[in-house]
């Protein structure tokens, strides 16, 4: 596509936009369990949308410049640390999202130790996957530590025996995405203040939600900035405080820990560059959303919301673990359930697809040391209400994965996938693997489960050289 020559109309642009929207999934209604958190409550894009149009032409590369930005950053950051256990030292920044906050948090903790040559960091094996991306993009080792195989959760005393001279930075979450379980951070923070490395709690998708599970009574592990120990924690605003996307909280137990994650650069005739995030130029946009949202909604709102999905997750996890074939991973303890087969006459992946037949996205997460093929939700308020519904379905899905029978591979095709070597994969060899799996282009198919069958038997290295394939591939215009 080029640009038009003459300028389409307002109306007409918005109507394309909206009929491309149609073929997204659904953002609201509580029908798509990933990637997306829904409210339920009505005005509230509205107001979002509102306060995103009065600030995005701003530019937070300089706060001199626009100190409403800078009002409303310190706002936030003061309620983050508020409900997170901060003190009065305690600092932050309001990143993109929560990759950018943990890829800070890494940063600063590798740019702390100068007389570090080959920093390392460790983490959980469940720990999200944001910290093998800052690793990457900044030049750090990951020591891995395997977790819990039943419980999933961290292992303290193997974390301890991890940290070495070495390691700038111990990494803990509250909860991890893939099984919802929160890690034992008191510990591994005390083993980490005792060998004086930083520990980063990420609570990215659990740090707006559980405070207030707290508060309504559930049993939930200390896990914040008041564990001794614990020098920074992300939290997401795009998840569980309902913000539009593009919004995370990085808190710094002080103003020391946080100031190496600022870059300032003075070598070149333009601006001084001075930066708090990786971003220069940076829209007001979602910040002033944001803030909209969280004062609207108040301590009242967010307490009433975490009502609202705790009920919802509660009835679905006991929904789920007495259905027949299913079983619930780990003890989760928040919003977020990996539900695995409990039986080997189907397939979860294939459980998916019936659920998409039915309305509905469940997220395929591939099996991973004791963590079985699982199937992912992301529980928001949106799903109080429809619980049955979802149930009833997920029943019959797994009824109709049951007569389909597991996804079986022929023999060519896993032996063609055990001889592809990650670093010689050819435009070529992927075509041809794309071909077996039935695709004659790059495009998600409407059933995955033979697609997803196919990647899980490929080795991590290989899945993450075939996606990367077909990224290259899909972000290709006219592809
Ligand atoms: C625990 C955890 N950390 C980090 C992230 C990354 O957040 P984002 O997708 O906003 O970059 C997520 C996302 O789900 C998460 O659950």
Redesign the pocket.
Known sequence: MSLPTAGLPADRILDDLRALRAGDLPTHGGRTLAYVYDSGLSGLDELAAGAHALASSTNGLDPTAFPSLLRMENDIVAAASALLGGGPATVGTVTS????S?MLAVHAARASRGDVTRPRIVVPSTA?A?FHKAAHYFHVEVATVPVSPDTFTADPEAMAAAIDDRTVLVVV?AP??AHGVVDPVVPVAAAARERGVRCHV?A??GGWVLPYFRALGEDVPDFDLSVPGVTSLSV?L??YAYCPKGT?VLLHADADLRRPQFFASASWPGYTMLNSTLQSTRSGGPLAAAWAVLNHLGDDGYRSLASTVLSATRTLRAGIATMDGLRLQGDPRSTLLSVAADADDFDVFTVADEMTERGWYLQPQFGFESSAPNLHLTVTAANHGTEELLLADLAAAVASARRSGPVTMGPEVTSTIAGLDPAELTPEAFGALLAMAGMTKVAAPKRMAEVNAMLAVAPPPLRERLLVEFLSVLYTPGS
């Open positions: 999202g929560g990759t950018e943990c999200h944001a979450s991890s995405y990420d990215c998708i997401d795009h998840k995370s």
